[in-house]
């Protein structure tokens, strides 16, 4: 049983409009068509696919768990973060600078790789993945 690639991940965020926002206005992605879930929330597209998926206030019914904003996760069991590829290293850094967003760098041992490492505003980890031409790019 192979599986194919990643489809989407979902997160049900504290406040839905500025996950939103910082997933659209920092990051680049795209907000979509979504079909009518009954409950508001957001696709967000990433290269044409809904990559992220935003769960809005929802009723609980049978196998529908919902977890509510009054508790911040700080932990998501062994969950550690979602990596995007990316492009435009230099302006990436400038555009996180430039909204306050915090966020670490480091360049991958052999193949150089250049990666920076973000939370949105939930604590969910972010990885951007650039290639090396774009490393070597930024600190021309």
């Given at each position: 049983m192979p599986l194919g690639v990643l489809q989407h991940y979902t997160i049900e965020p504290s406040d839905l409009e500025r996950t939103k926002d910082f997933y659209c206005d920092v990051l680049g992605l795209e907000n979509g068509d979504r079909p009518p879930l009954g409950f508001p929330g957001y696709w967000l597209y990433s290269g044409g696919v809904a990559t992220v998926h935003l769960l809005g206030p929802r009723v609980p019914r049978e196998g529908i768990t919902v977890r509510g904003t009054d508790k911040k996760f700080d932990d998501t069991g062994r969950f550690d973060h979602i990596?995007?590829?990316?492009?435009?290293?230099?302006?990436?850094?400038?555009?996180?600078?430039?909204?306050?967003?915090?966020?670490?760098?480091?360049?991958?041992?052999?193949?150089?790789?250049?990666?920076?490492?973000?939370?949105?505003?939930?604590?969910?980890?972010?990885?951007?993945?650039?290639?090396?031409?774009?490393?070597?790019?930024?600190?021309?």
């Open positions: 990596a995007f590829a990316a492009t435009d290293l230099a302006g990436v850094r400038q555009r996180l600078r430039s909204k306050s967003v915090k966020f670490r760098e480091n360049i991958v041992p052999r193949t150089g790789a250049g990666q920076i490492f973000l939370h949105d505003p939930d604590g969910v980890g972010v990885e951007l993945n650039f290639p090396p031409e774009e490393v070597q790019k930024a600190q021309a």
